[in-house]
């Protein structure tokens, strides 16, 4: 029997790679994106093809308890959750409005909560499963012009030891996995071809890491013991 997973934001970049790999690994998948849903139709198609797996395809925005709801009202069976949906914005803090900060909050935050709040049954059912959150280097440490992203990230990486420790004692694990500079549109949209080169200097790796990084270790996450929990993983190429 194929297990099932949930993928948030699978319409592009690295959870689109995350899709791909756990379709490899033979999951049944449930994605979503906010927007591009012709794209994740496309997609899903051409996983189901290509793999023999069933993936099932919703526009749902993760950052609305209510379009989350709906979204699980279709969802029957699930083992592993990757909560990668998120959106990113440069600036310096005093210019950044009041409803930007909630937009950030609220996609990249109050999404993984809703997420995983209704996710949580249907692991707790079976005594096994596991939540894999998207965070990002910055949730550790921090970026200057990054401050509202940084602080949603810190929050997921928070998030995800305080349930680790509340899921332990029902088999489920919960971990974060967070990237560094990775090859997507959300860095090609605010930074210059220069810009991404710079970066890639200060690399030991000397490159940016690929969706498809990603989503080895994502896979592999969902594969390793329960006893792994509450852990921040980062890969970054040995970037920080
Ligand atoms: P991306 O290329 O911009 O793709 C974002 C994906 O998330 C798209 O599928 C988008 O759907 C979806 N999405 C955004 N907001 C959503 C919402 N409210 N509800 C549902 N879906 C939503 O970004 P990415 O680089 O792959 O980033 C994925 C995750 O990795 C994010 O959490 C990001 O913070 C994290 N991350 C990325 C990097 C990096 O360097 N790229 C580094 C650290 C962490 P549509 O196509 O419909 O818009």
């Known amino acids: 029997m194929n297990k099932f997973a949930l993928i948030t934001g699978a319409s592009r970049g690295i959870g689109k ?31 189901e093809n290509t793999y023999k797996i069933s993936c099932r395809p919703f ?24 909560n ?28 993984v909560f809703y997420t995983s709040k209704l996710a949580i049954p249907f692991l707790l059912k079976k005594h096994s499963g596991t939540i894999i959150n998207i965070s990002s280097v910055w949730g550790n440490v921090g970026a200057s012009t990054e401050v509202a992203y940084s602080t949603s990230k810190g929050g ?5 030891k305080a349930l680790a420790k509340e899921l332990a004692p029902s088999g489920i694990s919960v971990n974060a996995i967070a990237c560094g500079v990775i090859d997507t549109d959300m860095n090609r949209e ?51």
């Not at 979503?32 to 899903?44: E, F, Q, V, W």
């Not at 997921?156 to 995800?160: R, Y």
């Not at 790796?205 to 006893?227: F, N």
Request: aromatic letters at 8%; proline letters at 2%.
């Open 156 to 160: 997921i990486n928070a998030f995800t």
């Open 190 to 240: 605010h930074l210059t071809s220069e810009d991404l080169e710079v970066l890639r200097e200060e690399i030991p790796a000397d490159r940016l890491g690929t969706p498809e990084d990603v989503a080895k270790l994502a896979l592999q996450l969902s594969q390793s013991p329960s006893y792994m929990t509450g852990q921040i993983i980062n890969i970054d190429g040995g970037w920080i």
């Open 17 to 47: 790679a995350i899709a791909r790999e756990f379709a490899a690994g033979n999951y049944n998948l449930y994605l979503t994106c906010k927007n591009n849903i012709a794209i994740l139709n496309d997609y899903s198609k051409e996983l």
């Open 59 to 82: 526009q749902c925005d993760q950052s609305s308890f209510d379009d989350v709801k709906t979204l699980f009202d279709n969802i029957r069976d699930l083992d592993v959750v990757v």
């Open 84 to 111: 990668n949906a998120g959106i990113s914005k440069f600036g310096l803090l005093s210019d950044m409005t009041v409803d930007e900060w909630h937009e950030i909050m609220s996609s990249n935050l109050d999404s």
